[in-house]
């Protein structure tokens, strides 16, 4: 297993366009994180899942972004009508069973 | 609700020199973990060690130590023997169920 995987690594977009991203997770990990980090700061959460289920979602979490996990594998998160203030890094994290996260290497958003 | 404080947004060490970063939390939980992360400079964010907040003895990863004062909520880091790869941000995370991070110090390590 090589780790968390995130695709793709840098997606520059114009305002008003839907985004996607993809994270895959190490594989034997139940838990999937979202977060989102801008410059200088630490991680914000997003949302997380347990196998399939979406358990939490934080505020920050607008209704332009979704998050799914459908086969409790490969998680997606996408955002519609991209705004500059979405401009980040996304990062995504796996955990097993020792309350321990390990980071995908992230995708950084502009948007224009 | 949890928070986790940083109070040294940068930080410097001469190369082989012993720092001390630190990290205060506010929980009403008494069953939680607390975490150091390194995240060089355009690089993933990996773990640097890892407290219970039952056990009492204080983490150790090899050059990196922690300590861990429950009663105080403090959660210090300390890199002895400083060396240029340790330079990167370091985040403090508390964790029950949801992790919460800390705003970060970014330490360079001098030649």
């Known amino acids: 297993d090589t780790g968390v995987s995130q695709d793709p690594r840098h997606k520059i977009t114009k305002r008003g366009q839907n985004v996607t991203f993809r994270c895959d997770p190490i594989s034997e990990h139940n838990r999937l994180y979202w977060y989102r980090q801008t410059l200088g700061q630490g991680p914000e959460f997003l949302t997380y899942f347990q196998n399939e289920a979406q358990l939490e979602k934080s505020r920050l979490l607008s209704d332009r972004f979704s998050a799914e996990r459908p086969k409790g594998s490969f998680s997606t998160l996408e955002i519609q009508r991209t705004e500059q203030g979405d401009s980040a890094m996304y990062l995504c994290?796996?955990?097993?069973?020792?309350?321990?996260?390990?980071f995908g290497p992230g995708t950084r958003l502009t948007v224009l | 609700a949890q928070t986790v404080t940083q109070s040294q947004p940068e930080m410097s060490v001469q190369e082989a020199e012993t720092v001390t970063l630190s990290c205060t939390y506010d929980t009403s939980e008494n069953n939680y973990y607390l975490f150091w992360y390194k995240q060089p400079p355009s690089r993933q964010m990996i773990l640097v060690i890892r407290q219970e907040a039952y056990k009492q003895q204080n983490a150790t990863e090899n050059r990196f130590s922690v300590n861990f004062q429950k009663a105080a909520k403090s959660f210090s880091l300390k890199i002895s023997d400083s060396q240029l790869g340790d330079t990167a941000m370091y985040f403090c995370?508390?964790?029950?169920?949801?992790?919460?991070f800390g705003t970060g110090t970014s330490l360079t390590v001098i030649p």
């Open positions: 995370a508390f964790s029950s169920d949801q992790f919460y």
């Open positions: 994290a796996s955990s097993g069973s020792y309350n321990e996260q390990f």
